[in-house]
């Protein structure tokens, strides 16, 4: 008897903890505001805003720091107002989370307004996401990807693919609806690999054409429809270097919002030393190589900046800390020297 009962109190302990689990808690409160217009209507009312401007988040310069602030419904209204603007902008908000405490988060773009006075009014800039994405704290940096990946999804699907009639989001913006065909769109991701290929001792990175001068990373590429994430990785190599991989394992994911959204499947692969011979394809890379640990080692050190040297080239360097491909360099020097 005494074990049943222990048994049914650690089954009703556990169900308390999830039902009062702070995440748990949060996700079935943004789910709530996703389905319900009327509540969603209500929490803009109280909610947190996150400016963009024709796609740009809107960022504060405080000291060397980048700051991404937020705004309150009542800042919003004020903004609005002096365009003489109604409240009913802020319906074209997308919900992009909440705190811990259930305040809200949405994001607004605001391209239709001049940009100038607003920058002027809020004291900040409209800074490209690119480079924002670099400058800012990295817990803000998923934030930002996120919302300007909704946004330029709504800006995107503004019409039924079937009926060519206006769709309509809902206030959450987690869907759009054609009423002519019944037909509701979500937001969706394409998914894609990079992979940090080794033979053992060495790692291999490549240049593209339109990388910044000097920097060399994993690669990469978009998984074709019908392939899983084993598949594309073998075919990639492949096509990109004329490898064929041995095994392969993976690493972790991330959102990526170029060019458009992109969940980011990190992996690394292995191949034979002895069939190690680069063969690259020159219409997607410009460059690609083998690296010993050293090199690695060094440019992990390096800026981008620091990278020119005075006979105009330039030393190896890899992508910024806030991307999956700095983490898959870091794990493999970390698998070299353990």
Not at 103 to 125: Q, T
Not at 267 to 283: D, T
């Amino acid at each position: 008897m005494a074990a049943i009962y222990q048994a049914v109190y650690r089954r009703a302990s556990s169900l308390f903890c999830r039902l009062h689990s702070t995440y748990v808690r949060k996700m079935r409160y943004l789910n709530e505001l996703k389905e319900d217009d009327s509540l969603c209507r209500q929490a803009q009312t109280s909610g947190a805003f996150y400016l963009f401007h024709n796609l740009s988040p809107f960022l504060q310069q405080v000291g060397e720091k980048y700051l991404v602030p937020q705004l309150s419904a009542a800042e919003m209204k004020r903004i609005l107002e002096k365009f003489k603007e109604t409240e009913q902008w802020i319906e074209k908000s997308v919900l992009i989370g909440c705190s811990d405490e259930h305040v809200p988060h949405f994001a607004l773009d605001l391209g239709a307004l001049e940009k100038s006075v607003i920058e002027s009014e809020l004291k900040g800039s409209f800074t490209d996401l690119r480079k924002a994405l670099f400058v800012v704290d990295g817990k803000d940096s998923p934030l930002l990807a996120s919302a300007q990946s909704l946004l330029q999804w709504h800006d995107s699907h503004q019409y039924c693919s079937k009926t060519g009639q206006p769709t309509q989001k809902n206030i959450a913006g987690s869907k759009r609806v054609c009423h002519a065909s019944g037909i509701i769109y979500y937001p969706q991701m394409s998914p894609a690999v990079i992979t940090l290929v080794s033979d053992g001792s060495r790692c291999l990175l490549a240049r593209q054409p339109s990388f910044p001068q000097g920097m060399y990373s994993s690669l990469s590429g978009f998984c074709d429809l019908g392939e899983n994430v084993e598949e594309t990785v073998r075919r990639e190599v492949a096509e990109e270097v004329g490898l064929e991989v041995e095994s392969l394992w993976y690493s972790a994911s991330q959102h990526w919002p170029f060019p458009s959204s992109c969940l980011i499947i990190a992996c690394h692969a292995m191949v034979r030393a002895q069939q190690a011979e680069i063969s690259m394809n020159s219409l997607e890379l410009e460059e690609a190589r083998w690296f010993a640990l050293e090199e690695i080692v060094e440019g992990l050190k390096r800026e981008p900046g620091s990278s020119k040297q005075d006979d105009g080239s330039f030393l190896p360097w890899f992508p910024p800390k806030q991307t999956i491909a700095h983490q898959l360099i870091c794990e493999w020097v970390k698998q070299q020297t353990s």
